[in-house]
């Protein structure tokens, strides 16, 4: 689970849309696709499917399921307008929301890359702790474990983050030369975990499935129950801010066609279904050799695996998806002080991410915080689908902010706040999970856009009239 951008220097096209010459091809966005999404997370997400309690069936068809609404988010909702329109995200969001709103929506973003970077650190640490047996967190913890993990860590961020600082073109390359191994290795991982749970052929494995990796029950202590639909749910929107969320308006403003959106899948169903699926396997191995022990580290996991090559995945796991990360949380938040210097912002910002780090909190909690990080970015989605598919039609005024030249769109501002607070008091006080908030709120923001557009817009006929 990463973010996506495009990596090559283009920034002539940041204001404007971009021209047929520098279109891509099919082949760049499977590429994309499957780099970005075998990555660190991946190795915490499917233990974690487990310590849910999932059953077989739940987690391999709802992942299915739930994959492929994800590869059809980003073919029908992100592709079609992305390819029309060919601007990038944050200037599609300053013409329709003004400069003021797309600043808050980039303080948020960087605030969210800084704690996902942070977690990709933690489990890159994981393998230092391998290596030096120093005591690691466990499944509960929230609290560094000693000062042997205190140092891996800080060790592991200042060393990311002065990468993410110096030298992004060369992390780039070195993560789509490396996107090929990680997969073979995490196909490496589930076929190692499967001997060792006593697979002899390929007949078998439904029945190992069943009753000895996703055997279904209780989930661990602290950990939600997850059920056919939670599974579901979470594959589909695990990366709701970039396809129902419009954030790929960035990635797929290149594409040649529309159905480039298909190319997703490379990522979906090698990432978020082959990679989690082997990373739960590993984890079933550690529980069937040891009850007791519910730790959810990737750097053990792997080890006992494939040796120094499964260390040495997770350090690259890590390493490639903390960077880019750390990279573009820097420039959200350079972009909030114009005049500020980029390689500072992503100092200080990879330092913080580093103290983060240190506290499992996030990590251990990777699957509440993807879901939270969703439904906080998820509404400027609908804004955008509402305003270039049904505003013209309806009598409404398009990008509304260029329109009339003003600094915040108060519809857009007023759509963002009241559907976070509908899907939060919706989790807090309603019993709904967050897993399952997300997708009613898109529905909420849309309606909400429609409506206070017509108010505003109604108080406004002159600067409003199409």
Known sequence: ?????????VDEYERTPVPPAAQLGLKSYVGQFAGEHVAGTE???GPLFLAAGVSAFDLLVGLLVGNLLAVLSWTLFTAPIATRVRLTLYFQLEKICGRKLVTLYN???GVMFTFLAGAMITVSATALGVWFQFPMPGLGDLLPTGVGWVVAVLAT?????????????SVARFANLAAPWMVLMFVAFGIVGLRQLGLTSPGDFWNVAQTVIWKGGAPMAGQVKFTFWHVLFFAWFCNMAWHIGMADLSLFRYARHAWYGLASAAGMFVGHYMAWVAASIL???QLHQDPANTAVLPGPLAYRACGLAGLLCVVAAGWTTANPTLYRAGLAFQSLVPGSSRFRVTII??????????????????LDFVALWGMILMPMGPVIFVDYWLFGRWGLRRNY?????GGINWAAGLTWLLTMAACSWLVLKGGVQIYFVSLPGWFVAALLYVGLSKLLQRRAPAEAAT
């Not at 902010?401 to 030249?405: F, R």
């Open 107 to 109: 303080a948020a973003n």
């Open 283 to 285: 984890y079933a191995v």
């Open 349 to 366: 910002t990879g330092l913080v991410a580093t103290v983060t780090a240190v506290f499992p909190l996030v990590t251990m909690k990777l």
């Open 157 to 169: 961020g200042v060393l990311f983050t002065l990468v993410a600082a110096y030298g992004y073109r």
């Open 43 to 45: 190795l915490m997400i």
């Open 1 to 9: 689970m990463a973010d996506h951008e495009h990596h090559e220097p």
């Open 401 to 405: 902010a260029e329109a009339t030249g």
